[in-house]
């Protein structure tokens, strides 16, 4: 693996107390140009950072539309999911901030009827900043960040497969923390991972319009390779729900929704959401995608995500509206760990891209993900990017392209990394001076530069002392120590715990760390957009 460069020194915590809040969202939102960009956001599920081959040369497929939006916009090297599993790192795309500030510590993914909402009451989401400035939203796909459902006395139901059949759906309703009530005009969703946890239904626009009332049987699936059917569960399902094809189900509606806009409102900018399920656990790549690629039914799972956004690429030029649509492509966590193992063993592909750590882990490979910014005349083409910064950041950075000032309370961990993307940041100075992941069980791992600390022992979440992962277990070099210190920079794979040779630095970042806990944000005060006019300016510049 190529040793990564890193940037920055541990930097100052931006003090907590620095600066008023605005008063309210609407009162801090700021009107914008009329020639917003459109911004479609593709988010994959568990990819990891070495299953694109714009990243791993050594891939077992290709992946050949993302190579080219790489080529043509910017491919960040040191990005990373808020958490190592997928709702807490949704609820950080939609919130810009860590999942403890909406639970106090960690958050676990939802099965059946499970919430209510990580996204409570008060929190600004990024479609409604966005719907606050004019655009019109939609989400299609993956919701799982929790709902409530009601049974038949009114009473809220807990997670579980079998409350799936108490579910009273006309108390339920329209979804009172559904995508409609977060910011989103439209939606079609599933509740959580599509095709993994019931209940298998869909969610249109807050309502259900079939109920699941049928028993969903594993066997009825195919089991491509004779095991990569593993983690599908029987629960409860509705009358027509799709396993196989549903990711071409999700883009059809996301390009239903584009095409009617463009239709219906060409003078209104528009946000879409595509949130994927690929390449999640059970691998069932659609029937014009099995048996495509080099690399067994997984790589023909990533095969069809690659040709899902070739696709939404070819629909934006058909629309006219390529030049004027941003595309970001990110993925929730890192590679789950019956994927890894399998497709280091059957195909010599790496999913984690060399990374210690997969799904679950605060290692490297549990949250360093591949990130995609894409955005013709304005973002520097074919740049490669080490700034470190997380799915949170895209929140503020979407703020500060539509001109919109972000309270201090709102999207508490989120960074503008415009800068990055325009290519007017200074070379070695880096625009986070930190960065917060949360593993499996809500524990936390900070970077500040190249120095990493873990305030946890052993990986944080999956078990590496038996069954498949043992394969993969590494000596633990302080094998008393609380907890982790590596230097990235000479050690990229996490093997050598400086905890108690370098004390100094651990309690730095240990100090820095329990304030950060404590403080009510990471990002800095007073962000300032900026804005058209400024982007503009930024792609003249490069030009003369």
């Known amino acids: 693996m190529t040793r990564p460069r890193y940037v920055g020194a541990l930097l100052a915590l931006t003090s907590c107390s620095s600066g008023a809040a605005p008063d309210g969202v609407p009162a801090a939102l700021r009107a914008a140009a009329p020639s917003l960009p459109n911004i479609v956001i593709i988010y994959a599920d568990d990819l990891g950072y070495g299953d694109l081959s714009c990243y791993n040369p050594d891939a077992a497929y290709a992946t050949p539309n993302l190579d080219r939006m790489a080529a043509q916009g910017v491919r960040f090297t040191d990005a990373h999911s808020p958490s190592t599993i997928c709702s ?14 909406s639970t106090g510590r960690g958050g676990g993914a939802w099965e059946g009827p499970g919430g209510p909402s990580y996204l409570k009451p008060g929190t600004l989401t990024m479609a409604q900043m966005l719907q606050q400035a004019g655009y019109r939203t939609g989400v299609f796909g993956k919701w799982h960040v929790g709902l409530t459902w009601f049974g038949e006395d009114g009473e809220r139901l807990g997670g579980g497969f079998e409350n799936s059949l108490r579910i009273d759906y006309d108390k339920s309703t329209p979804l009172v923390d559904g995508p409609n009530a977060r910011g989103f005009d439209t939606s079609f969703v599933t509740p959580n991972c599509p095709t993994t946890d019931p209940l298998y239904i869909y969610i249109e626009d807050g309502m259900v319009p079939v109920p699941a009332t049928k028993r969903h049987a594993r066997a009825s699936l195919p089991n491509p390779g004779g095991k990569w059917r593993w983690d599908n569960d029987e629960g409860w399902m509705a009358e027509g729900y799709r396993f196989v094809d549903a990711d071409l189900l ?4 996301a390009k239903s929704f584009i095409t009617r806009h463009r239709e219906q409102r060409a003078d209104q900018p528009f946000f879409a959401l595509l949130s994927t399920q690929i390449c999640h656990a059970p691998v069932l790549p659609a029937a014009a995608y099995a048996n495509r690629s080099a690399g067994g039914p997984r790589g023909d799972f990533v095969e069809e995500l690659d040709a899902l956004v070739g696709r939404m690429f070819a629909l934006l030029e058909d629309l006219g509206v390529a030049e004027d649509t941003i595309v970001l492509f990110n993925s929730d966590n890192g590679p789950e760990t019956v994927h890894t193992a399998w497709m280091r063993e059957d195909h010599g ?29 304005r973002f520097l083409s074919g740049s490669v990017s080490d700034q470190l910064t997380s799915t949170t950041d895209i929140f503020a950075t979407l703020a500060s392209v539509v001109g919109v000032t972000l309270p201090d309370e709102q999207a508490a961990d989120s960074f503008d990394m415009l800068p990055a993307m325009l290519g007017t940041q200074p070379a070695g100075e880096s625009i986070r001076p930190h960065l917060l992941t949360q593993s499996f069980r809500g524990e936390f791992q900070l970077r500040c530069g190249q120095w990493k600390y873990l305030d946890h022992r052993g990986s944080g979440g999956n078990r590496y002392d038996r069954g498949l992962m043992r394969a993969y277990a590494l000596p633990e070099r302080a094998p008393d120590a609380a907890g982790q210190l590596y230097d990235l920079a000479a050690d990229p794979g996490e093997t050598d715990n400086l905890f108690y040779a370098r004390e100094d630095r651990r309690e730095q970042m240990r100090s820095l ?3 950060l806990k404590k403080c009510g944000r990471s ?15 930024a792609a003249a510049a490069r030009r003369r």
């Open 88 to 101: 807490p790192s949704r609820y950080g795309l939609l919130a810009g901030q860590q999942i403890y500030r």
């Open 250 to 253: 999700f883009f059809n509606k």
């Open 349 to 377: 592909h790496d999913p984690a891209g060399g990374w210690r750590g997969v799904k679950r882990d605060g290692w490297e490979g549990g949250h360093r993900v591949p990130y995609l910014a894409w955005w013709p005349g």
């Open 513 to 515: 760390l329990d304030e």
């Open 523 to 537: 990002a800095p005060v007073n962000r300032a957009p900026i804005g058209l006019e400024g982007i503009a300016a």
